[in-house]
């Protein structure tokens, strides 16, 4: 059972944008400004896109955009290509005692 | 380029103990600015963190795994380790080693996302 609640699957057409969720609670997502997002293609190594929330990382196209309100953190993807199909992790820093780093449970993004 | 490269058996039997080692190459492990960590992808599911050790040698661990795992760091040698202990099929998964990064603030520390990754090792749990 992953720490995070992400939809399981979100499509678009290219050129639109899509939105993925992630939610949690006030002692992760909402209580902290520490939230990230990996992009997974198949068979290959998680990619860091983006940390603290909103900030993208090097590299990461403008595309790529991280926001949150209250305990859901969402990223989007605007003008979507097809090299964007893959799967998506949200993860947040936990306050708990002792704290930890919880990861969603993945989002498969297809362009159609 | 900070490169880090996991290494270790590809087969474990259960209820034995997984042992795996992350060498860092073009950087320094005994960096103030950064924790290092395991997380693993069993076939077909999610990522799981595992957990992550400084150079000092403090350490955080993923709460469902802390009574079976240990991550221990050498900065001699410029790697880190982790051990998994009784392991059953479930621990079947690829497992990656990541240079995390984030914030300190006195004696509280946000190292909580992964900047480097390792090409990940396939650990599968069988007899």
């Known amino acids: 059972q992953s720490a995070l609640t992400q939809p399981a699957s979100v499509s678009g057409s290219p050129g639109q944008s899509i939105t993925i969720s992630c939610t949690g609670t006030?002692?992760?997502?909402?209580?902290?400004?520490?939230v990230s997002w990996y992009q997974q293609h198949p068979g290959k190594v998680p990619k860091l896109m983006i940390f603290?929330?909103?900030n993208r990382a090097s590299g990461v196209s403008n595309r790529f955009s991280g926001s949150k309100s209250g305990n859901t953190a969402s990223l989007t993807i605007s003008g979507l290509q097809a090299e964007d199909e893959a799967d998506y992790y949200c993860?947040?820093?936990?306050?708990?005692?002792?704290?930890?780093?919880?990861f969603g449970g993945g989002t498969k993004v297809t362009v159609l | 380029q900070l490169q880090v490269q996991e290494s270790g058996p590809g087969l474990v039997k259960p209820s034995e103990t997984l042992s795996l080692t992350c060498t860092v190459s073009?950087?320094?492990?005994?960096?103030?600015?950064?924790?290092w960590g395991w997380i693993r992808q069993p076939p077909g599911k999610g990522l799981e963190w595992i957990g992550s050790?400084?150079?000092?040698?403090?350490?955080y661990y993923n709460p469902s795994l802390k009574s079976r795992v240990t991550i221990s760091v050498d900065t001699s040698k410029n790697l880190f380790s982790l051990q998994l202990s009784s392991v059953t099929a479930p621990d079947t998964a690829v497992y990656y080693c990541?240079?995390?990064?984030?914030?300190?603030?006195?004696?509280?520390?946000?190292?909580?996302?992964?900047?480097?990754w390792g090409k990940g090792t396939t650990v599968t749990v069988s007899s």
């Open positions: 050790i400084y150079y000092s040698g403090n350490t």
């Open positions: 006030s002692s992760d997502v909402g209580g902290y400004n520490y």
């Open positions: 990541a240079r995390h990064a984030g914030y300190s603030y006195g004696r509280y520390n946000f190292y909580y996302y992964m900047d480097v």
């Open positions: 073009g950087g320094s492990i005994s960096s103030s600015s950064h924790y």
């Open positions: 993860s947040s820093y936990t306050g708990s005692n002792p704290p930890y780093v919880g």
């Open positions: 603290d929330v909103s």
